[in-house]
Every structure is written in structure tokens, then in C-alpha cells.
């Protein structure tokens, strides 16, 4: 396994800056914020949301697109200028100073394989019928590889020396995996530290991973069982999805997760509340490196749509600081603060081996061993069913989890 040693102990909060501070949702709408010089300094609001991320348990800040674009950000205009409606350079910077000073690493968004139609690498090839648009959009052009992959990795070094730590590869699926590796190696030989992981909905993840020299790619395939397997109480799609996940740990730690941009939120997806504690325990207890979707620890819902504008709910705006949460969310955010402190104290979850030992449709137990510490397995029960359960010695209240470390 290739990742940077930090990775080990790495928990994201991902936000969505466009939407998270509230900007227009395109450059041509009037910006109230906006000074003389049409730049609106949005990103340094999120230095005052840092306590809040380490309060729950995470040490990174995963950012979606923050480059110059004309709309939703994977638009992308120019790599090498910050939104306008965001900020511009020096603002990322002080955020990113302002997250290392606190021990927080830093991602971006890298959307390299397609950008807006006013990108100079495609602006002169519009009306060329070889053209071709990512996923029939007509606003995002697709990149010509190999001719684009120095301006990808120009982009890497660019914002790599400004201090980012990790880059998600945006709609990696999508994009011959080899062509990574004309991209990556010198990159990476300069920053060797940075963690680098592909978005890849489905397909062959352990060849993905092999063939890009990428660190990991998102595990959507432990996200779909997830909330499926809880709202049909069948544990046994989970049970499938998380063999898979122990396969994948031999070659890779994928990146988890049950929320993010592109997808309805947990709270909205499961169509029974009292299971988001069942969703948030598999985050924060089974291997991998989670991110927590902004807002997902003090319960916000959203429904994604296939339309025009349909991801504005679940990209919301947060309130101007933590301190205007509501009250409504105090013990949902208690419980993730709970679980992933756990996590915390049991760092080698992050790549250990795994195992179900329960199984029913209504009942799942897993225990987790460490590869290479001495130290005690861990257990973690879920019941959604309407009945206590038993797992070893340990009660399961109906409707709930529980979770211990072996002290024999």
C-alpha cells in the first residue's frame, strides 16, 4: 500500500465551499459581496468553522472545486485562479496556513477530466465535431489526453507548493486509468506526501487503483449497501458489500463514506432515522478513510435530483458560525464525536482486518484485528431489528449499536 503515512489517521470534513458559503450560483448573478474588483473573500469564513471540524473528530478539510468556473465549479475556467465568488489566491492560502497551524491537512477537487466550454484549452475546438461532452453536458468539454496531461500536472505542482496535502480526482471513472501515470510519478517524486484518490463509482477498484497510481478511490460500493441494506433490513447485501471491502483492504484503504456533493444526504435517504447511527458507526469503525459530509454530524437532509439545479439541497449554506447549529443536531454531532473519538483511540482501524461473526437480516456483529499492532480486536454490533439482540456477552438494544474493544 502506497499512501503517505498521515493517511493512517486521517478523517475528512468535506464541504462544498460554493455552496457551503453561499455564493451566486453562476459569475453573471449579482454578488452582494462582491468589492470593486468583482472578488466576493468567502473562503476565510471557513477558518471559523476549523474547531467545529475538530470537534468532531476530524484532522483534514476536504474541499470541492474552489477554481475559477463559470457555475457549479466543475466548470472549470482557469486552474490557476481561485472562484471569484470564493476569493482569490491569497484567501486559500490563509485558509490552508490556518488548517496546518491547527494540524489539518488540506484536499482539493481536481477536475481534470472535462472543464467549461471558456477553458483556453478547448475554447478553439467548440464547433470541431470530434468534440465530446462529459456525459452528454454540453457545458463541460471533455479534455484531450495525452495533450492535456502537462497542463494537469502543472496545476498538481502549482497548488502543491502552496501547501495542498491530498487531491481527489474528479469523475476518475471516466478517464483511462493509464493516463495517470503520465501525470503522476514526477509529481509525486517532489511531494511524496501527498494522498491522491480517484472518484470511481463502479468497475474493478483494485485494478483502477493499480493502474492510475492513485492511493485509493471511493468505495460506493459499501455506500449503496449501506443505506440499502438498513432500509430493507437485509444485512445480507451488507454482509456481500463488506466481503468486498475486506478484499479490497489486501491492495488499498478506499476512501468511505455516506454522504457527499453528488448524492442524497444519509438523514434523507433512510427512511428510518433512528438507523443513522447504524450508518454513522460503519463509517467511523470499519476500515477505510472516511470523510463526513458537511452538516451530516447535526443530521441536515437533502434530496438529490436529476435536474437542473437538482444538488441544491443537499450543497446547502452553513450559518454564518457553529455557534448558529441547532439544538436539534447537539446529539447526533455527540454521537459522531463519540464514534470517531473511538476511532481515535484504535488508529490501526484504519487498515484492519475485518470479519462478520453475526448475521441475520435484522442482526450484523464484525470484528475488527489489528495487521500489525499488539493490541485487543474490536466489535461493533448493529441491530435494526425490534427486539434486543445478543452478540458474545454483550447486549443489543432493538433499534441500536454497540461497540467494544476485547479486554481479554
Known sequence: ???????????????????????????????????????????????????????????????????????????????????????????????????????????????????????????????????????????????????????????????????????????????????????????????????????????????????????????????????????????????HALARHASFLETFIPQTFVSNHDVTRIASRLTDRRHLVHAVALLALVPGTPSIYYGDEDGFTGTKYERLGGDAEIRPQLPASPAELSELGRGLRARYQELFGFRRRHRWLHDAHLEVIELTNTLLALRLTPREEAAAPVYLALNIGDEQARVGDRDVRAHDIAYWADQA
Open 1 to 239: 500500500m502506497s499512501e503517505p503515512g498521515w493517511v493512517k489517521d486521517a478523517i475528512f470534513w468535506h464541504v462544498f465551499p460554493l455552496g457551503a458559503l453561499g455564493a451566486p450560483d453562476t459569475r453573471d448573478d449579482e454578488d452582494p459581496l462582491a468589492g470593486p474588483d468583482g472578488i466576493a473573500h468567502r473562503l476565510p469564513d471557513l477558518i471559523g468553522w476549523l474547531d467545529h471540524l475538530l470537534a468532531i473528530g476530524c484532522n483534514g478539510l476536504l474541499l470541492g472545486p474552489v477554481f475559477s468556473s463559470y457555475s457549479h465549479g466543475y466548470d472549470t475556467l482557469d486552474h490557476f485562479s481561485v472562484d471569484s465568488r470564493l476569493g482569490d489566491e491569497a484567501d486559500l492560502i490563509e485558509l490552508i496556513t490556518a488548517c496546518h497551524e491547527r494540524g489539518i491537512k488540506v484536499g482539493l477537487d481536481g477536475v481534470f477530466n472535462h472543464v467549461g466550454r471558456g477553458h483556453a484549452l478547448v475554447a478553439d475546438r467548440l464547433d470541431d465535431p470530434s468534440t465530446t461532452f462529459f456525459e452528454g453536458h454540453s457545458g463541460l468539454v471533455n479534455l484531450d489526453y495525452p495533450a492535456a496531461s502537462p497542463l494537469v500536472a502543472e496545476v498538481l505542482t502549482y497548488w502543491s507548493e502552496r501547501g495542498v496535502d491530498c487531491w481527489r480526482m474528479d469523475a476518475a471513472y471516466a478517464m483511462n486509468p493509464a493516463t495517470w501515470q503520465t501525470i503522476l510519478p514526477p509529481v509525486r517524486e517532489r511531494f511524496p506526501e501527498l494522498y491522491i484518490f480517484g472518484e470511481v463509482i463502479h468497475g474493478d477498484y483494485p485494478a483502477i487503483v493499480a493502474e492510475s497510481g492513485f492511493d485509493s478511490v471511493t468505495q460506493y460500493e459499501l455506500w449503496k449497501a449501506t443505506w440499502s441494506a438498513l432500509n430493507d433490513a437485509n444485512f445480507y447485501e451488507l454482509e
